[in-house]
Nanobody
Framework: QVELVESGGGLVQAGGSLRLSCAAT????????????MAWYRQAPGKQRELVAT???????NYADSVKGRFTVSRDNAENTVYLQMNSLKPEDTAVYYC??????????WGQGTQVTVSS
């Protein structure tokens, strides 16, 4: 019903920037995307998945303390796409980043993840 496809990860030096994208496709993707919050999570090796940022359908945002002031989440409802602009990257930001669309526990969608590696 909904497929989320992330892109934009890669290898970057500390202090650099990356922009992640997450596109929603599928039979109900437009409605599901437009009227629900989207989230970015990340999971580093050996660690639990953690919430990085959320953006509500109306555009309000929230961030983990560790990324406040460095990361910016945005969305384009016309394109069914959510973005994560990551600036001033640190080695501790290295992780697989996932986007998430949570409608109900039965309708909880995840992308395949995109690797972000920050070298020191």
């Amino acid at each position: 019903q909904v497929e989320l496809v992330e892109s934009g990860g890669g290898l970057v030096q500390a202090g650099g920037s990356l922009r992640l994208s997450c596109a929603a496709t599928g039979s109900i993707s437009g409605t599901a995307f437009r009227f629900n919050a989207m989230a970015w999570y990340r999971q580093a090796p050996g660690k639990q998945r953690e919430l990085v940022a959320t953006i509500a359908s109306g555009g309000s945002t929230n961030y983990a303390d560790s990324v406040k002031g460095r990361f910016t989440v945005s969305r384009d409802n016309a394109e069914n796409t959510v973005y994560l602009q990551m600036n001033s990257l640190k080695p501790e930001d290295t992780a697989v980043y996932y986007c998430n669309l949570h409608i109900t526990p039965a309708y909880d969608y995840w992308g395949q993840g995109t690797q972000v590696t920050v070298s020191s």
